[in-house]
Protein backbone atom coordinates (compact mmCIF):
# COMPACT_ATOMS: atom_id res chain seq x y z
CA UNK A 1 0.00 0.00 0.00
CA UNK A 2 1.45 3.19 -0.64
CA UNK A 3 1.64 5.88 2.38
CA UNK A 4 1.13 9.33 2.29
CA UNK A 5 2.27 12.23 4.74
CA UNK A 6 1.09 15.57 4.70
CA UNK A 7 3.71 18.33 6.62
CA UNK A 8 2.93 20.29 8.38
CA UNK A 9 0.25 18.84 10.57
CA UNK A 10 -1.34 22.16 11.10
CA UNK A 11 0.51 25.33 10.34
CA UNK A 12 -0.78 28.57 11.63
CA UNK A 13 -1.16 31.76 8.99
CA UNK A 14 -2.50 35.36 8.62
CA UNK A 15 -4.65 36.89 5.95
CA UNK A 16 -3.38 37.74 2.92
CA UNK A 17 -0.26 35.34 3.40
CA UNK A 18 1.09 32.77 1.26
CA UNK A 19 1.70 29.15 2.51
CA UNK A 20 2.88 26.24 0.90
CA UNK A 21 1.96 22.19 2.09
CA UNK A 22 3.75 19.17 1.38
CA UNK A 23 2.57 16.44 0.89
CA UNK A 24 5.27 12.99 0.05
CA UNK A 25 4.15 9.47 -1.19
CA UNK A 26 5.81 6.24 -0.08
CA UNK A 27 6.64 5.24 -3.74
CA UNK A 28 6.23 7.09 -6.82
CA UNK A 29 2.88 8.06 -8.03
CA UNK A 30 3.41 10.45 -11.33
CA UNK A 31 1.40 13.48 -11.11
CA UNK A 32 -1.52 10.80 -9.84
CA UNK A 33 -2.14 13.40 -6.53
CA UNK A 34 -5.48 15.46 -5.63
CA UNK A 35 -5.80 17.82 -3.26
CA UNK A 36 -8.77 18.39 -0.94
CA UNK A 37 -10.15 20.78 1.28
CA UNK A 38 -12.31 20.27 4.48
CA UNK A 39 -13.91 22.39 6.38
CA UNK A 40 -15.14 21.66 9.97
CA UNK A 41 -18.34 19.57 9.29
CA UNK A 42 -18.38 19.49 6.14
CA UNK A 43 -17.60 16.95 3.30
CA UNK A 44 -14.06 17.42 1.25
CA UNK A 45 -13.81 19.43 -1.84
CA UNK A 46 -11.69 18.91 -4.30
CA UNK A 47 -9.23 21.48 -5.35
CA UNK A 48 -6.72 19.97 -7.78
CA UNK A 49 -6.25 16.95 -9.92
CA UNK A 50 -3.39 15.30 -11.31
CA UNK A 51 -0.87 17.03 -8.86
CA UNK A 52 -1.43 20.99 -10.75
CA UNK A 53 -4.61 21.14 -12.18
CA UNK A 54 -7.52 23.45 -10.52
CA UNK A 55 -10.74 21.82 -10.75
CA UNK A 56 -13.62 24.19 -12.25
CA UNK A 57 -14.55 27.15 -10.00
CA UNK A 58 -11.49 26.78 -7.98
CA UNK A 59 -9.96 29.80 -7.18
CA UNK A 60 -6.42 30.91 -8.69
CA UNK A 61 -5.03 31.53 -5.68
CA UNK A 62 -4.63 27.57 -5.12
CA UNK A 63 -1.62 26.11 -7.46
CA UNK A 64 -0.37 22.86 -6.87
CA UNK A 65 3.06 21.11 -8.02
CA UNK A 66 5.30 18.10 -7.92
CA UNK A 67 5.74 14.52 -9.47
CA UNK A 68 6.90 11.38 -8.18
CA UNK A 69 6.79 10.64 -4.60
CA UNK A 70 6.99 14.56 -3.79
CA UNK A 71 4.50 16.97 -4.06
CA UNK A 72 3.05 21.02 -2.99
CA UNK A 73 -0.48 23.00 -2.13
CA UNK A 74 0.28 26.41 -2.74
CA UNK A 75 -2.66 28.88 -1.71
CA UNK A 76 -1.77 32.74 -1.80
CA UNK A 77 -3.61 35.57 -0.68
CA UNK A 78 -5.33 33.56 2.36
CA UNK A 79 -8.72 34.75 2.80
CA UNK A 80 -10.91 33.87 6.03
CA UNK A 81 -12.80 30.91 4.15
CA UNK A 82 -9.12 28.75 3.58
CA UNK A 83 -8.79 27.65 7.41
CA UNK A 84 -9.49 24.34 6.92
CA UNK A 85 -7.89 20.87 6.90
CA UNK A 86 -6.00 19.89 3.48
CA UNK A 87 -5.75 16.47 2.33
CA UNK A 88 -3.89 15.13 -0.30
CA UNK A 89 -5.24 12.00 -2.44
CA UNK A 90 -3.13 9.49 -4.39
CA UNK A 91 -4.98 8.01 -6.71
CA UNK A 92 -2.29 5.82 -8.92
CA UNK A 93 -3.10 2.74 -7.10
CA UNK A 94 -5.36 0.28 -5.16
CA UNK A 95 -6.28 1.23 -2.19
CA UNK A 96 -6.78 5.03 -2.69
CA UNK A 97 -5.02 7.08 -0.11
CA UNK A 98 -4.77 9.54 1.60
CA UNK A 99 -2.81 11.74 3.93
CA UNK A 100 -3.23 12.97 7.20
CA UNK A 101 -4.20 16.25 6.83
CA UNK A 102 -2.80 19.63 6.94
CA UNK A 103 -4.79 21.69 9.48
CA UNK A 104 -4.61 25.38 8.74
CA UNK A 105 -5.37 28.10 11.30
CA UNK A 106 -5.21 31.66 11.75
CA UNK A 107 -2.69 33.22 13.49
CA UNK B 1 -26.15 20.07 -10.64
CA UNK B 2 -25.45 16.64 -8.68
CA UNK B 3 -26.21 15.98 -5.51
CA UNK B 4 -25.32 12.78 -3.60
CA UNK B 5 -27.68 12.00 -0.13
CA UNK B 6 -26.34 9.24 2.04
CA UNK B 7 -29.34 8.02 4.33
CA UNK B 8 -29.30 5.08 6.95
CA UNK B 9 -28.84 4.10 10.52
CA UNK B 10 -26.83 6.58 12.91
CA UNK B 11 -26.47 3.96 15.34
CA UNK B 12 -25.42 -0.07 14.58
CA UNK B 13 -25.14 -2.61 17.26
CA UNK B 14 -21.50 -4.64 17.16
CA UNK B 15 -21.14 -7.63 14.87
CA UNK B 16 -24.35 -6.64 13.04
CA UNK B 17 -24.33 -5.16 9.34
CA UNK B 18 -24.27 -1.56 8.34
CA UNK B 19 -26.29 -0.52 5.71
CA UNK B 20 -26.00 2.85 4.04
CA UNK B 21 -27.60 4.18 0.37
CA UNK B 22 -26.65 7.38 -1.27
CA UNK B 23 -29.41 8.45 -3.63
CA UNK B 24 -28.09 10.87 -6.84
CA UNK B 25 -29.89 13.80 -8.53
CA UNK B 26 -28.97 15.87 -11.00
CA UNK B 27 -27.18 13.35 -12.99
CA UNK B 28 -28.07 9.43 -14.27
CA UNK B 29 -25.89 6.50 -11.99
CA UNK B 30 -25.48 4.80 -15.36
CA UNK B 31 -22.38 6.99 -16.99
CA UNK B 32 -19.48 5.12 -17.66
CA UNK B 33 -17.20 7.91 -16.80
CA UNK B 34 -17.79 7.30 -13.16
CA UNK B 35 -17.18 5.01 -10.57
CA UNK B 36 -19.73 5.31 -7.24
CA UNK B 37 -17.58 4.94 -4.12
CA UNK B 38 -17.87 5.16 -0.25
CA UNK B 39 -15.17 6.49 2.18
CA UNK B 40 -14.44 6.90 5.45
CA UNK B 41 -13.80 9.59 8.26
CA UNK B 42 -13.52 8.54 11.80
CA UNK B 43 -13.85 11.76 14.00
CA UNK B 44 -11.30 14.04 13.56
CA UNK B 45 -9.06 12.06 11.76
CA UNK B 46 -8.24 10.98 8.18
CA UNK B 47 -10.17 9.75 5.09
CA UNK B 48 -10.47 6.12 4.04
CA UNK B 49 -11.43 5.08 0.68
CA UNK B 50 -13.81 1.99 1.31
CA UNK B 51 -14.75 1.27 -2.09
CA UNK B 52 -16.40 1.60 -5.57
CA UNK B 53 -19.00 0.41 -8.34
CA UNK B 54 -19.38 0.92 -11.75
CA UNK B 55 -23.06 1.46 -13.13
CA UNK B 56 -22.42 -2.04 -15.00
CA UNK B 57 -22.16 -3.33 -11.01
CA UNK B 58 -18.48 -4.06 -11.21
CA UNK B 59 -16.74 -3.46 -8.05
CA UNK B 60 -13.22 -2.70 -6.31
CA UNK B 61 -12.60 -2.57 -2.87
CA UNK B 62 -9.78 -1.61 -0.38
CA UNK B 63 -8.10 -4.60 0.78
CA UNK B 64 -8.22 -3.84 4.60
CA UNK B 65 -12.44 -4.04 4.13
CA UNK B 66 -12.40 -6.67 1.77
CA UNK B 67 -13.91 -9.81 3.60
CA UNK B 68 -16.78 -7.47 4.84
CA UNK B 69 -17.90 -4.67 2.43
CA UNK B 70 -20.53 -5.12 -0.50
CA UNK B 71 -21.37 -1.65 -2.84
CA UNK B 72 -24.03 -2.43 -5.24
CA UNK B 73 -25.79 0.14 -7.31
CA UNK B 74 -29.52 0.32 -8.81
CA UNK B 75 -29.60 2.12 -11.78
CA UNK B 76 -33.27 1.84 -11.71
CA UNK B 77 -33.56 3.84 -8.48
CA UNK B 78 -30.42 6.35 -9.27
CA UNK B 79 -28.64 4.59 -6.16
CA UNK B 80 -25.94 3.00 -4.66
CA UNK B 81 -25.50 1.43 -1.49
CA UNK B 82 -23.30 0.12 0.99
CA UNK B 83 -23.19 -3.02 3.55
CA UNK B 84 -20.25 -3.67 5.94
CA UNK B 85 -20.99 -6.70 8.03
CA UNK B 86 -19.43 -8.17 11.72
CA UNK B 87 -19.18 -4.24 12.80
CA UNK B 88 -17.13 -3.03 15.68
CA UNK B 89 -16.59 0.07 17.32
CA UNK B 90 -13.62 0.70 15.34
CA UNK B 91 -15.93 1.32 12.45
CA UNK B 92 -17.27 4.29 13.87
CA UNK B 93 -17.44 7.04 11.37
CA UNK B 94 -18.61 9.80 9.40
CA UNK B 95 -19.15 7.72 5.91
CA UNK B 96 -19.49 10.13 2.89
CA UNK B 97 -20.72 9.00 -0.64
CA UNK B 98 -18.79 10.25 -3.51
CA UNK B 99 -18.86 10.07 -7.49
CA UNK B 100 -15.15 9.38 -8.83
CA UNK B 101 -14.24 10.91 -12.20
CA UNK B 102 -12.48 8.30 -14.13
CA UNK B 103 -12.12 9.70 -17.74
CA UNK B 104 -10.00 10.48 -19.76
CA UNK B 105 -8.02 7.60 -17.89
CA UNK B 106 -5.28 10.01 -16.89
CA UNK B 107 -7.09 11.88 -14.23
CA UNK B 108 -8.95 9.77 -11.27
CA UNK B 109 -10.35 12.00 -8.51
CA UNK B 110 -13.23 12.59 -6.24
CA UNK B 111 -15.46 15.53 -7.62
CA UNK B 112 -19.02 15.61 -5.83
CA UNK B 113 -19.63 13.94 -2.61
CA UNK B 114 -22.53 14.12 0.29
CA UNK B 115 -22.57 15.69 2.82
CA UNK B 116 -21.60 12.74 5.09
CA UNK B 117 -23.51 10.96 7.64
CA UNK B 118 -22.03 9.43 10.74
CA UNK B 119 -22.74 5.68 12.22
CA UNK B 120 -21.44 4.84 15.14
CA UNK B 121 -20.79 1.21 16.36
CA UNK B 122 -22.19 0.51 19.98
CA UNK B 123 -24.53 -1.82 21.85
Known amino acids: DIQMTQSPSSLSASIGDRVTLTCRAS??????LNWYQQRPGKAPKLLLYAASTLQSGVPSRFSGGGSGTDFILTITSLQPGDFATYFC?????????FGQGTKLEIK | QLQLQESGPGLVKPSETLSLTCSVSGASISSNNYFWAWLRQPTGKGLEWIGNAYYNGDTYYNPSLKSRVTISVDTSKNQFSLKLTSVTPADTAIYFC???????????????WGQGILVTVSS
Open chain 1, 27 to 32: QSIGSD
Open chain 2, 98 to 112: ARRHIIPATVDYFDY
Open chain 1, 89 to 97: QQSYSNPYS
